[in-house]
């Protein structure tokens, strides 16, 4: 899977796991929630985004009209 | 499939991104609804471009109201922090309409024919209709926009807008996310939806990570970097829709400029985010030519609509998920009388009922009784209101409960798919596969059911046994129904509520939190009546029930149960009214 890219801008990984939209503060090398006791490093929130997008089973995948009809 | 592409100019550092997506859109020959804010028309070179944008391209010229009042006059007159404009009262609500229906003129040199705004309530879409009966259509709701979108934003997003349609309608004058029964009964603007939503998704979760907005489904983490075809799947999920509404469905993109950069909502790069928006227009462009899309503007959709689609005229969406591949189907179906939704996951238990036919009425604003609720009731939402049980008993739905000796199967642990959809003069029938179910002595059953929604507030729910392993077991089947009614996750008082049944033994109770039960023998109809919502709804044996009964709840299981009791037997089908009515 290709290397993500991510603004400094982040939300919490396990807020978003609620649904949440909850934006991380910054401590030294490490972001931290207000909300929960979250906490990590830019590439551990990046490893959490990658992990939560496996729900989608079919992120990666094109659905098109004709499949529709047939799904 | 009709489109909609709809820019927001406002001032600001944004509006070079907002030069952007214009960019796009003209190179890609797409027209464009501009909806132009109060505080965007007192800046020359804003004005200045959107008049060239209108004689170089041919963009209509619409007017914003959600936000964006700034202006001497409003200081003036209002001041303070800035409201959404249907949250304001009814004296602030005319002096803004009317603000920016006077800038709009004095800028433009004429009225206004479309309008913009998140929400638009019964009192703004009155005021607005005196003030300029230019307008003939508004982006005036946001589908399924209420509390999963307030918990999802830290509990600070207070558009509580639930219970409308998801496509184009009109609005009814005293509840406008009620479409209209009749012309008299029209606010006279016909309404879009911001953004076409995932029926599937935008119920089970937020409608801001599921809609035609590349940014949303960025919002979900739908997208990995620029690989993104939910975007796609959604779109032609709406062009889908064609083939149950009579060629006709409706899709709307309306991006505000500051979702291209830099919002914190976006972990992904802004070059990102800009890519995605773009392409998304770049695929409508591709369906445009081909033709399998047309394109208008806002106003000369609402000509379209207002000369192409009947006030009253049902519609449905065959909802398929697309995004965690679970190929769940939901159903909707919508008329002046109701909306309803079909969980096939669930074998077929009604998951959303919205009884328009009730007629509640709701208005938003400081001066208003609903406050910042703009929703419309239900009776029945399964996934605020518990649905089937998982820690407790169970909640707010519909089900078959099928009996077997001393053994009772519940339909809705039974997954089933849609099967045939049919339109025609006596409505719309929906037929589910077979729900297989297995007994624990061995026995197996499958049941199949057919939905026939007939309008007037009614549904004709049958059901027929297709096979049995034991042609000799007995059973018999309970349609049930347990509602109750709201527009949150939390109960409302239910003191008020009669619950009747018919039959040897006529029964009724006024609901006191008393656990009751009524039973009668050869009962065809149990009924509830809520008056809070304006509003009764029971289920009436069409196959003749051998029983009933109605079932009061307590405070800590608020809700009402509805029953009647068939026998079941091989080849042989039970039918069943639900009926919903206005009630006091």
Redesign the interface.
Known sequence: ??E????K???CPV??AR?????LLKDGDEYYCI?CSYHGTADHIAGM?MD??K???????????EE??I? | MHLNLIHRVFPGNEYPLILLQQRYAHELGLKVTLMVQIDAMQDPAIVADVKNFHEQYGDEIGLSLSLGYDSPEFREKIGGPSEFLWLYNNEEKRFIIQLGVDYFRRTFGHDPQSVASYHLDSTCQKILHEICPSVKIAVAGCFEEGV?VF????NSWYLFNEGMPWGPWYPAKTHTLRPAENEADWTGIIGVPHLSRDLSLSYE??ND?FASHPANAQ?G?????Y?H??D??LC??Y??QE?FNHGFSYYNVFVSAGWLA?H???????E?SQKLYRDLLEYLAKLQKQGNLTDMYMSEFADWYRQNWPIATPEVYLA?E????S?KHYFWYLDPTMRVLVDTNQGGSIGDLRPYIGKTPVATGSDQKDLMVGSYPYLIQSIYRTGAAHHFIDGARTTLLVTHKDETLDLCTCKTRVSNVKRDETGTQLILTPAKMSFSDGLEISVETEYLFTGGGAIQITRRLLNVSDPSATLTAQEYLKGCYGVTEYPQDMRGITLSVDGDQPQRLEYAYGRRKLCSDHAQTVTAVIPQITSSMALEAITPAQSGYVLEGLLFSPYYTLVLDYNLSLGKETSTWLKLNSAK
């Open positions: 899977m290709a993500i890219k991510l603004r801008v982040m939300r807020c978003f649904e949440n939209d909850v934006t909300r985004y939560l997008r729900k989608y089973r079919w992120i990666q995948h094109r659905v098109t009209l529709l009809r799904l | 999963k918990h999802g934003c830290n979760g937020r990570f919002r983490l739908a997208n990995i970097g690989d075809p939910y796609y799947n032609d999920l062009r889908f083939e830099g914190p909502t976006i972990q992904d790069p802004n990102v398929k697309v995004l965690y591949g190929k």
